[in-house]
């Protein structure tokens, strides 16, 4: 049977997305992308924008044109079941909470239809177990030669615009002993990065040791070669365990940071609980323990209350701090948030422009950061072979294609080069 598990939204989705494909290429089904035809889809859908929710839709319809059954979960179909099941009549939701039951899926198909059920009857009588946020701990990751290990789930704020706290509930961590042991049993199943992941991953034990301390206890276990890639980190509760954390070697120079703006008055009515001065704070340390990290953030364009000169204090803090990429989102009231009917809203064509005017931004600050990165020294992960050479990402999130990589090289390995054009790497 061909199988595609697609997936829209955070690395989270991503993380437990790869452990629905890996159960099913290790019980001897093929996993495929979305270009080639399958008879079982699996979607994994986002909440965070009406943008992706859309796409979702679009997906749905056509993959139910398509394959003989479609799977649809995530925060999306945990927010509007019915909405998605009228997409067609070989549509399958299963609600977030019982998400992790998809574990089981493949044996409970391969039961049935051995048996002589039709796969639709058989997706159809699927009965989901007990399960754990955290049962997702895929080994093979199909789609990607990195390993995501999810620490983390749900989420405390109450942000005035997402309704992802609601679609996933309160912050709970997985233990830190647990923590260890799976990214150790990754280790001896040969991958050299892990990417650890959360839906809000600085929430990690944040009325404990927090994050940082699970990093410290979990980065001496690791061997010197291992790499640890995070990934959204909001920035309430980064602190200076978790800054400490970041500065081994082991640690990769990249983060992401969703400060979605830098006007304390936009901020607080928004619900974000910090403020202009600690985003400074946290790019300051970042940079004093990591030269010149990839510091990536999420920007959202017109939020309630941004007038121009809030929009201009977040537009100058962006290019001043000097950025490697901005993540630019319109506005997008959300069902059931607290800004969803808010009065003050900006227009959609102001909002547009900011939007555009950001994007543009962007562009001009990844390449002055791509024009730094040139002569210097970094690792990257192999991941395709095309054309003669190998290509992958950089341990500071650059794409490139890698020349003079030993001819014993394979997906997954880490090489070290000096970076001799924007896109290039060269072994030495």
Known sequence: MKVCVYTLGC???????????????????EVVDARRGAD????????????????????????????????????????????????GENIVVV????????????????????????LLDAVRSFAEPETSVF???????????????????????????????????????????????RALQLEEEGFNEIVLTGVNLTM???????????????????KDTTRLRLSSMEPDHIDERLIEACSSHKVHPHFHIPLQ??????????SRKYSASHLEWVIEQLRKVKDDPFIACDVIAGLPAEGEEEFRQ????????????????????????????????????????????LRQLSES???????????????????????????????????????GAPAFSSRGQIVSGIITAKDMLSVC
């Open 11 to 29: 690395r989270l989705n991503q993380c437990e997305s790869e452990a629905i494909a890996d159960s099913f290429s290790r019980n001897g089904h």
């Open 40 to 87: 079982l889809y699996i979607v994994n859908t986002c909440t965070v924008t009406a943008k992706a929710e859309q796409k979702a839709r679009r997906m749905i319809r056509l993959f139910s044109t398509e394959g003989q059954a479609v799977v649809v979960t995530g925060c999306y179909a945990q927010m509007a079941q019915a909405e998605l099941e009228e997409l």
């Open 95 to 118: 609600p977030l909470v019982k998400k992790a039951g998809l574990l089981g899926l493949c044996a409970h198909i391969d039961e049935t239809t051995n048996a002589g059920m039709d």
């Open 135 to 181: 049962d997702y701990a895929a080994s093979s990751f199909s789609y990607h030669s990195r390993a995501y290990l999810k620490v983390q789930d749900g989420c405390d704020n109450e942000c005035g615009y997402c309704r992802v706290h609601i679609a996933r509930g309160p912050s709970t961590s997985l233990g830190r002993d647990e923590v260890v042991a």
């Open 204 to 222: 990690y034990d944040h009325e404990g040791e927090g994050l940082g301390g699970m990093m410290l206890a979990l980065i001496p276990r690791l």
């Open 261 to 270: 703006s830098a006007s304390d008055k936009v901020l607080e009515r928004s």
């Open 314 to 357: 977040t537009y100058d803090f962006l290019k001043d701090t000097g950025f490697a990429a901005l993540h630019v989102f319109p506005f997008s009231p959300r069902p059931d948030t607290a800004l969803y009917k808010a009065r003050d809203k900006v227009s959609e064509r102001v909002r547009d422009e900011r939007a555009a005017s």
């Open 365 to 403: 600050l990844h390449s002055a950061y791509v024009a730094r990165q040139i002569g210097r020294r970094q690792e990257v992960l192999l991941e395709t072979r095309r054309g003669g050479l190998w290509h992958g990402t950089s341990g500071n999130y650059l794409k490139l294609a890698v020349s």
